[in-house]
């Protein structure tokens, strides 16, 4: 299995997913300041691998603290996690994480630094794990969902490497290729940082799993040749009522998608569900920076001073999708319902 984020000699290390597919390197943290950096250049990206690598920056911070008095620790540590927090406004997950991490503190409150620093690392680590098993039970859940010979569109990467390992998206894919299932993968190269086209094209191809690759103005005229039957896609943050941001892209395949009768899957786990949002319409996107747009592997592609607008993300609304699927089973519509229910801990299935 690829590795995309663990914990080694003190330190964090990051498969360098920039460097991908031309190079299969990794980027070794020894400072929370330098995951940061990882997290906002997209060495590390995808919103359940951001959450692991927050929770693993925060550890390394706390790790390099000096003594300090336990009410001066928490107030550092609350700070560093305040940084990371700053690095990247849509994924839910990094928040959550977070969050997670500064509960360790105040669980233990005015307990041994040292003591706390190691539940703090066991914390990042046991994200880091649990992902995987969830990714698991969403390939349990999610795989029934397709069929033999079905040719299925995704876009952007929610692969192993958008993860701690084993994917969202292409975990349900993986799975249902486990049990024997014969599926064609379209793959959207996703414009403009071609997380498709560098990252899932290179996951799919180490698996073997059979894919054409797409740019993504074409998805549209292979749904109308009935060459789609299927899409699936990540999250970076789910809404109360179902609407769902991910990459930017996944909106107009929504819109193509239920003018052609195809139906559209979102697989996230529930640390991507924010219930505090009603809608998506308060879910933070991101913009980037211009360069992504003019240039490509540092060569512009645009005239010098083109006016650029770059959000990273789009928001679909819940009565396009299909069905949500989840660790704790396929969410379905009304999504206000199940969500709800997945929420408190009640299993669907
Ligand atoms: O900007 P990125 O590459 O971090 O965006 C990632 C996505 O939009 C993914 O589809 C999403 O995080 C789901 S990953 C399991």
């Not at 951001?50 to 003594?67: C, D, H, N, T, Y």
């Not at 819940?318 to 379905?332: C, D, M, P, S, W």
Request: hydrophobic fraction near 40%; charge should be positive; charged fraction near 20%.
């Amino acid at each position: 299995m690829i590795k995309t984020i663990f914990w080694k000699n003190n330190a964090v290390v990051l498969i360098d997913q920039n460097a991908l597919p031309l190079a299969e390197r990794y980027v070794t943290c020894k400072s929370y300041q330098e995951v940061i950096s990882c997290i906002k250049d997209l060495t590390v990206r995808g919103a359940p691998a951001i959450g692991v690598a927050a929770a693993m920056g925060a550890a390394l911070g706390a790790l390099r603290l000096p003594s300090l008095q336990p009410e001066k620790f928490r107030h550092k540590f609350f700070t560093i996690c305040g940084e990371i927090a700053m690095s990247r406004p849509t994924a839910r997950n990094l928040f959550w994480a977070l969050e997670r991490m500064k509960k360790v503190v105040d669980r233990t409150r005015g307990a041994n630094q040292q003591h706390l620093v190691r539940q703090l690392l066991h914390e990042a680590k046991m994200i880091c794990s649990e992902d995987i098993e969830i990714n698991r039970q969403m390939g349990k859940y999610g795989s029934p969902l397709f069929a033999d010979g079905d040719h299925v569109l995704t876009h952007c990467n929610a692969g192993a490497l958008a993860t701690a390992g084993y994917g969202t998206a292409l975990g349900v894919l993986r799975a249902a290729v486990g049990q024997g299932k014969k599926l064609h993968v379209y793959v959207d190269e996703t414009r403009p940082v071609l997380q498709g086209a560098r990252l899932t094209a290179w996951e799919l191809k180490k698996e073997k799993i059979p894919f054409t690759l797409i740019t993504d103005n074409m998805a549209g005229f292979l749904m109308q040749q009935g060459k789609i039957n299927k899409i699936i896609v990540g999250a970076d943050r789910i809404a109360a009522n179902g609407d769902t941001a991910n990459k930017i892209g996944t909106y107009s395949l929504s819109v193509l998608a239920r003018a052609h009768g195809v139906p559209l899957y979102i697989a996230a786990p529930l640390s991507t569900i924010d219930v505090s949002l009603k809608t998506g319409k308060s879910i933070p996107i991101e913009e980037r920076k211009s360069e992504e747009v003019t240039h490509f592997k540092g060569v512009r592609s645009a005239p010098a001073g083109t006016k650029v607008y770059n959000p990273a993300f789009d928001v679909t609304p819940a009565r396009f999708i299909t069905a949500i699927i989840t660790e704790k089973g396929v969410l379905q519509k009304p999504f206000g319902v199940s969500i709800a229910r997945a929420v408190k801990g009640e299993k669907r299935s």
